[in-house]
């Protein structure tokens, strides 16, 4: 273990309003509570933080939540101390200056703490040797599904936790009417937090007309205007509930992340985008379906085709063939119908494969453990 006075900075820039800061917030919390180490949160956005963590203030240039000192990046670098270990979250840029000043100390590990991937070749370059200023050698550290990366994030007991929420009725029902969810009754319980999406109407059609009834929990976020599009109203607030045929749909408060965690917990299918989102529905058991987050070239197909191909290990073809079409019509903004009532066909496969495939992954240690001992191993 590193000693407890070790210094870790942690840099976020915020791209996607949630994803990137949603991980460092995560993790910096992570290795306070559960590694004993100091850790300054340096973020350029704290307004988007100020959404997963309300008792943020926005205007302050420091401040202390849980046990983090969470500092504001600002365009005019203060002067200050270089950390001992020095994390660039996502390849964000260090500020010059302080790159000056882990030069004139004696050399901080830097890590360039990268993008989910399940791609083959994460294996072969988590932990290489990257780009070195001056003095100071940065390295990869890739978080993954294989053994040889940095693993997820994943706080101690978090699978017991969920284990105990998922057995009690009376518990998932009580968290459910603290968000004022009354469950339509029989209903398939989804939660739905996504990027735009060209598929949802077919989606929407798809479960209105279903012989099951469908209730669909909606996060505050960008899906809302498509959502609203279908229901065929201009706009859309939390709180609202509306009902079509078989389908209720409700609006959500954006929930901070424990909350998150829970309403994941709490239902039968869950559709998610970017990553902090996607690892955190992993953990909870339950058949999902990844908005991968676009990128040029469409290089984000390969990685969700990777993901898919080791996923799917362990299903029969039907179902293997049943959750991959919807992903890829969900990822191509394509019809839903087909792929959807596909996947229900094999629903009792997909949750007992989504909870084995939880377990497994738990099997590696987390990421910031793998963090911590990395840092161990290097001093």
Same mark, same amino acid.
């Given at each position: 273990?590193p ?6 900075? #942690? ?13 460092t ?6 290795? #306070?509570?559960?590694?004993? #180490? ?8 704290l ?5 997963? +963590? ?12 849980? &046990? ?23 390849? +964000?840029?260090?500020?010059a ?15 360039n703490?990268d ?8 294996? =072969? +370059?988590?932990?290489?040797?990257? #780009?070195?200023? %001056? ?23 978090? @699978?017991?936790? %969920? ?14 009417? =603290?968000?004022?969810?009354?469950? *339509? ?5 989804? /939660?739905?937090?996504a990027?735009?999406?060209a =598929? ?6 798809c ?6 009834? /469908? ?5 505050? &976020? $960008? ?8 229901l065929?109203?201009?706009e ?9 045929? =078989? ?14 965690d ?14 902090? /989102?996607?690892? $955190?529905?992993?953990?909870? &058991? %339950? ?22 191909? @080791? ?13 991959? &079409?919807?992903w ?5 903004g ?6 959807w009532?596909?996947? %229900?066909?094999y ?8 909870? *084995?495939?939880?377990?497994e992954? *738990?099997?590696q240690?987390?990421?910031?453990? *793998? ?9």
């Open positions: 273990m000693d407890t006075n070790t210094r870790w900075d #942690v840099f976020c820039t915020v791209v996607d309003n949630f994803g990137d800061i949603g991980v917030w995560r993790l910096a919390r992570q290795l #306070v509570a559960e590694h004993s #180490v100091q850790v300054r949160l340096w973020v350029d956005d307004r988007a933080f100020e959404r997963l +963590c309300p008792e943020i203030d926005n205007q302050l240039a420091q401040q202390w939540q849980q &046990g983090v000192e969470v500092r504001h990046w600002p365009a005019d670098w203060p002067a200050v101390d270089a950390a001992d270990v020095v994390i660039a979250a996502f390849a +964000c840029q260090l500020p200056p302080y790159m000056d000043a882990m030069a004139a100390r004696e050399p901080p590990l830097w890590l703490l993008y989910l991937s399940a791609e083959d070749w994460v294996v =072969g +370059c988590h932990g290489l040797p990257s #780009v070195k200023y %001056r003095n100071v050698q940065k390295y990869f550290f890739f978080p993954g599904f294989r053994q040889g990366t940095g693993g997820l994030l994943r706080e101690r007991g978090l @699978l017991e936790r %969920r284990r105990q929420f998922q057995q009690s009725a009376q518990v998932q029902r009580e968290f459910l009417q =603290g968000l004022g969810i009354e469950r *339509a009754p029989d209903s398939l319980l989804i /939660s739905l937090f990027y735009e999406n =598929g949802l109407a077919s989606w929407l059609d479960l209105a007309r279903d012989s099951t009834p /469908s209730h669909m929990l909606v996060p505050e &976020g $960008r899906i809302l205007g498509d959502v609203a599009r279908w065929g109203v201009e859309l607030a939390a709180g609202e509930v509306h009902v079509r045929d =078989g389908l209720t749909v409700q609006v959500l408060p954006f929930v901070r992340q424990d909350q998150y829970l309403l994941l917990w709490s239902c039968d299918f869950n559709a998610v985008r970017g990553e902090d /989102s996607f690892v $955190r529905a992993q953990w909870a &058991g %339950r058949p999902l379906l990844w908005h991968i987050y676009r990128q040029d070239e469409d290089i984000h197909l390969d990685k969700l085709e990777a993901f898919l191909a @080791l996923y799917t290990k362990g299903l029969s073809p039907p179902a293997s063939e049943a959750i991959s &079409g919807l890829r019509a969900w990822n191509d394509a019809a839903m119908t087909d792929g009532q596909a996947t %229900r066909k629903a009792p496969e997909l949750q007992q494969h989504a909870e *084995a495939w939880c377990l992954q *738990a099997l240690d987390d990421l910031a453990a *793998a963090l911590v001992q990395f840092y161990v191993n290097w001093i």
